[in-house]
């Protein structure tokens, strides 16, 4: 069983609606993060969570210790959002564990 | 903006032969890390670096693979002698501080084992 799953593993979605993505993950965590994986490789950081919610533009990442769950969601989404959004928590050493990503394509 | 370079771009070796990848973190950085990602799966980490010396290290990073900071600038990666299955594209990465949390990735090298 994976440590970090994440859903869904690929969406579709028109201009302008809502996305969500989930991450569950089964390891005792110091931190989790949202990284953004263009389409040519690259990978941007997006949010690093421990508690709470953080808003940036148009994307919102939440995590919920308890439950051991994060969301990260998209507004008014736009073809350029079109990407793979991947999860990775760190452990409380120095190690991130990655999910295997969410392909999301966002067409006009 | 300040951003973390890598070279080369792609490489493609020979098996056996040693190759070296190389990483400039952000320069106010003290935290770097080696990260891979055999095509079409998930990224994996390799190693983290922290004054001067390993700070942990996963079960990939056997004795084939080591890690220098030969000169204060540059974070490099070194594979010894590759495999068919080192080919990947390896990502470095820097951080600030333990808890400032954001990461920033170099663009990869993409290395190709033949």
């Known amino acids: 069983k994976n440590e970090v799953e994440q859903s869904p593993q690929n969406l579709t979605a028109q201009e302008g609606e809502f996305i969500t993505i989930n991450c569950s993950y089964s390891v005792g965590i110091s931190a989790l993060h949202w990284l953004q994986q263009h389409p040519g490789g690259g990978i941007v950081s997006l949010f690093m969570l421990s508690s709470g919610k953080k808003k940036h533009g148009r994307l919102i990442a939440t995590i919920n210790i308890q439950e051991k769950h994060s969301s990260l969601h998209i507004t008014a989404s736009h073809p350029r959002d079109s990407a793979v959004y991947i999860c990775?928590?760190?452990?409380?050493?120095?190690?991130?564990?990655f999910g295997t990503g969410t392909r999301l394509q966002v067409f006009p | 903006e300040p951003e973390v370079t890598q070279t080369p771009s792609h490489q493609v070796t020979q098996m056996g032969q040693e190759v070296i990848l190389r990483c400039v973190p952000i320069s106010n950085h003290l935290y770097f890390y080696w990260y891979r990602q055999i095509l079409g799966q998930k990224v994996e980490f390799l190693v983290s670096f922290y004054n001067n010396e390993i700070s942990e290290k996963s079960e990939i990073f056997d004795d084939q693979f080591s890690v220098e900071r030969p000169d204060g600038s540059n974070f490099t990666l070194k594979i010894r002698s590759t495999k068919l299955e080192d080919s990947a594209m390896y990502f470095c990465a820097s951080m600030e501080g333990a808890n400032t949390g954001e990461l920033f990735f170099g663009e990869g090298s993409r290395l190709t084992v033949l």
């Open positions: 990775a928590v760190r452990l409380n050493t120095d190690k991130l564990i």
